[in-house]
């Protein structure tokens, strides 16, 4: 199978108004070559919101790699509402579905607005690690089982190095995303002390509500309850994380409902 070019973008995400501090919602396309096209794109990866027609109309290209489509097609999975096999607004948002995909190229959209705040609540690739592995090694092998030989065990190793050392240690998964962010590299070394035990104490709280919610999944006001339950948690959490990161907590707040579906 032919390699393709996996080119991510961002779009200001909708209802918020323009400045530099608007979260991004990101999308990825696949195309044969690295000159992108909305007439040349072959999948329209657009992780619940828009995609491909933003391109020349408002997106910005964030980050580029080379993979196989078909692999990525796959873990993408054929229902819109659960993209990478994530769940919108608990399990993760667009920035996690697309550096599910391009995780296959070694890529990701850390570039992309917001990115810093995505992290801090669901790590670079959302929640469930575990499926998210397994559901990389179940595509793989339906594609060797196709045409063996397609992806080496090499190859399929060096991508599940870059998910996680341990996928079932989620929390420990989450710290260091969330200490290899940019925008957390870039503090001294007792700003990143700070800010790592107020995320230490919010991740410990969230998993507990999270584990004790999950079971309701299903309901049909699960994710507005998710989020009323969070809400206060991840305030607390941003108010104490805002002048370490040199943000304004109203900024950051403002932000909340980009993360979590609380409108």
């Known amino acids: 199978m032919q390699k393709a070019t996996f080119t991510a973008y961002a779009v200001p995400a909708p209802g918020y108004m323009p400045g530099p501090q608007v979260p991004d919602h990101t999308f990825v396309v696949s195309t ?3 000159m992108v096209l909305t007439d040349n794109v072959l999948d329209n990866w657009n992780c619940w919101g828009r995609g491909k027609e933003t391109i020349n109309n408002g997106a910005r290209q964030i980050s580029q790699g080379s993979a196989l ?3 990525a097609g796959r873990i993408y999975g054929t229902d819109p509402n659960f993209p990478t096999g994530l769940l919108q607004k608990v399990e993760g948002v667009c920035q996690n579905a697309c550096n599910r995909l391009l995780v296959l190229a070694g890529v990701d959209v850390a570039e992309a607005n917001a990115n810093v705040l995505t992290i801090l609540l669901y790590g ?6 575990e499926d998210f592995v397994n559901n990389v090694k179940a595509a793989a092998a339906a594609i060797n089982q196709q045409q063996p ?3 080496l065990p090499a190859d399929l190793q060096q991508v599940l190095d870059r998910i996680a050392n341990d996928p079932a240690d989620e929390l420990g ?9 940019p925008t957390v590299g870039a503090l001294s070394s007792s700003q990143k002390d700070q800010l790592l035990g107020i995320y230490r104490e919010f991740q410990l ?3 507990n509500l999270f584990n004790a919610q999950w079971p309701n999944r299903n309901d049909q006001n699960f994710q ?6 969070l809400l206060p948690d991840f305030l607390q959490c941003l108010k104490e994380c805002s002048p370490i990161l040199g943000i304004d907590v109203k900024t950051l707040e403002q932000q909340v409902p980009y993360l979590l579906n609380t409108q």
């Open 149 to 151: 030989n397609t992806i």
């Open 224 to 229: 507005a309850n998710y989020a009323k339950a």
């Open 205 to 207: 709280n969230r998993q």
């Open 69 to 71: 489509a078909e692999w």
């Open 32 to 34: 044969l070559s690295n």
């Open 124 to 129: 670079k690739y959302g929640y469930h690690l």
């Open 173 to 181: 998964t989450l710290e260091e995303h969330f200490q290899s962010a």
